[in-house]
């Protein structure tokens, strides 16, 4: 009933670019906002971006913001982060995450689902 199945993981040197993808069930895109949040080795979870379904509202961590940007495309329920400018320390293994209610706080790190993560790893 909720997939999230995330792609487009790799290796890259700082200063690159990446696009995650996020294929979810129908289930899972309509719910109330999607987003993405990292977790680095031996680090904490910590909540990247977010979007409100509907209203198409983002929010991103201040770590992030101006590098990274989080969109759907609701033809294919897929959840996208553009991820420009990469650092070092955006390093990490990336989840596609959904959340049923209001308020949207995934990007605090807090959500209902979560997928199988991909691998981001920058080089300096």
């Known amino acids: 009933q909720v997939q999230l199945v995330e792609s487009g993981g790799g290796s890259v040197q700082a200063g690159g670019s990446l696009r995650l993808s996020c294929a979810a069930s129908?289930?899972?895109?309509?719910?109330?906002?999607m987003g993405w949040f990292r977790q680095a080795p031996g680090k904490g979870r910590e909540g990247v971006a977010h979007i409100v379904s509907g209203s198409g509202l983002t929010a991103y961590a201040d770590s992030v913001k101006g590098r990274f940007t989080v969109s759907r495309d609701n033809t294919k329920n897929t959840l996208y982060l553009q991820m420009n400018s990469l650092k070092p320390e955006d390093t990490g293994m990336y989840y596609c995450?959904?959340?049923?209610?209001?308020?949207?706080?995934?990007?605090?790190?807090?959500?209902?689902?979560r997928g199988q993560g991909t691998q981001v790893t920058v080089s300096s």
């Open positions: 995450a959904a959340a049923l209610t209001a308020p949207c706080r995934v990007v605090k790190g807090e959500f209902r689902y």
């Open positions: 129908e289930y899972a895109y309509n719910r109330y906002c």
